[in-house]
C-alpha cells in the first residue's frame, strides 16, 4: 500500500512537471518566433506600464515632428518670398537712385514708373504666397488671398491688406513651448507698397524721386528684420527636430530594453526547456513500466 501511494504521488509530481515545462516551452517558443520577452502585461507589469509610458512619449514626439515639419515648409516658404521682396525693393532703389537728378527726362521717368508699377503687382503676389491653399503671410488662412490686387477699384496700398490680424503659432516642445510659424503681412509688407506707390506716382508725374530713397530703404529694413527672425526660427525647429529625433532613438532602445528578447538566449532556453521536457516525459515512462512491474507481484 505504502509503495502503491509513492508511486502516485510520484506520478502526480511528474505530471505537475510536464505541464509546466510544456507551458515554460510554449513560452519560450513564442519569444523565439516573436523575438519579444513581454508578450502580455501579466509577465511584467512594471515593465508594461513602463512600456505604456514610453510608448505615449512616442506618440508625443511624433506629433511634435510632424507640427515641426509643418512649420519649417512654412517658414521656408517666408524666407523664400521674403528673399524675393528684398530684390524687388533693390530694382526699386536702382532706378529711384537712377533718376534722383536732371540727367532724365520725363518719359523716361515715365517708363520707369510702369516699371515700378510691375514691382509692385509682383510684391502684391509674393505677399500672397500660399502653400496647400494656406497664405503664408495670412496668418494660414485659407480663401481669398488676405491682400487686395493692384487693378482692383479702389486699391489703396496703405489699407491693401484684409486678412487675419493674429499669427499662427505650433507646439513645437513638450513643456508646450510654441513657434511663431507665420509673419504679419500688413506689418511687414505694407511699407513697402506704400513706398513703391510713393515711387511710382512721382516717377509717372516726372518729378526727382528724392524722399522716397528713404522710405524705400526704411521698407527694406522692415523685410531683412523679419526675414532674419524667420531664419532664426526655422534654426530653432531644426535643432528641435534633431533633439525629436535623438528622443524617439533613446525612446526605440528603451522599448527594446524591456520587451526584447536575447535572440540567442531565447534558443538557447527554448532548447533546454525542450530537453527538459524529453527528459521528464522519459522518467514518465520509466515511471510507469517500474509500476506494471510492481503491480505484477
Known amino acids: 500500500m505504502i509503495a502503491r501511494v509513492t508511486h502516485g504521488m510520484l506520478f502526480d509530481r511528474l505530471v505537475e512537471q510536464v505541464q509546466t515545462l510544456q507551458q515554460r516551452l510554449s513560452v519560450a517558443q513564442e519569444r523565439v518566433s516573436s523575438q519579444k520577452i513581454l508578450q502580455r502585461a501579466s509577465d511584467d507589469p ?46 526699386a532703389r536702382e532706378i529711384a537712385t537712377q533718376h534722383a537728378n536732371s540727367i532724365h527726362g520725363s518719359d523716361a521717368r515715365l517708363q520707369a514708373a510702369r516699371e515700378i508699377e510691375e514691382l509692385e503687382r509682383g510684391l502684391l503676389t509674393v505677399a500672397n504666397t500660399a502653400v496647400g491653399g494656406r497664405h503664408v503671410f495670412g496668418g494660414l488662412a485659407s480663401g481669398e488671398p488676405p491682400f487686395a490686387q493692384y487693378d482692383a477699384p479702389g486699391f489703396d496700398p496703405a ?3 484684409s486678412g487675419p490680424s493674429g499669427v499662427f503659432e505650433l507646439r513645437t ?7 511663431r510659424i507665420t509673419s504679419p503681412g500688413d506689418q511687414i509688407f505694407t511699407s513697402a507698397l506704400v513706398a513703391l506707390d510713393q515711387l511710382r506716382a ?14 524705400l ?8 528684420a523679419e ?66 512491474d510492481h503491480l505484477q507481484f
Open 227 to 292: 526675414r532674419s527672425s524667420v531664419g532664426g526660427r526655422a534654426r530653432r525647429l531644426e535643432t528641435r527636430t534633431s533633439e525629436i529625433l535623438d528622443g524617439l532613438q533613446q525612446n526605440a532602445t528603451e522599448i527594446g530594453r524591456i520587451e526584447d528578447a536575447d535572440p540567442v538566449e531565447a534558443i538557447v532556453e527554448m532548447q533546454r526547456l525542450t530537453t527538459a521536457l524529453q527528459a521528464a516525459l522519459q522518467s514518465g515512462r520509466v515511471l510507469q513500466e517500474s509500476l506494471l
Open 217 to 224: 530703404a526704411a521698407a527694406s529694413a522692415d523685410l531683412s
Open 173 to 179: 516642445g513638450p513643456d508646450d513651448a510654441r513657434t
Open 202 to 215: 512721382t516717377l509717372a508725374a516726372g518729378a526727382i524721386p528724392s524722399a522716397e530713397m528713404d522710405a
Open 46 to 91: 512594471s515593465g508594461a506600464a513602463r512600456v505604456g509610458r514610453l510608448r505615449s512619449d512616442r506618440s508625443d514626439f511624433r506629433t511634435l515632428e510632424d507640427s515641426i515639419g509643418l512649420g519649417l515648409t512654412m517658414l521656408s516658404a517666408q524666407d523664400a518670398g521674403l528673399a524675393q521682396a528684398e530684390s524687388i525693393l533693390v530694382r
Open 159 to 161: 489699407n491693401a491688406y
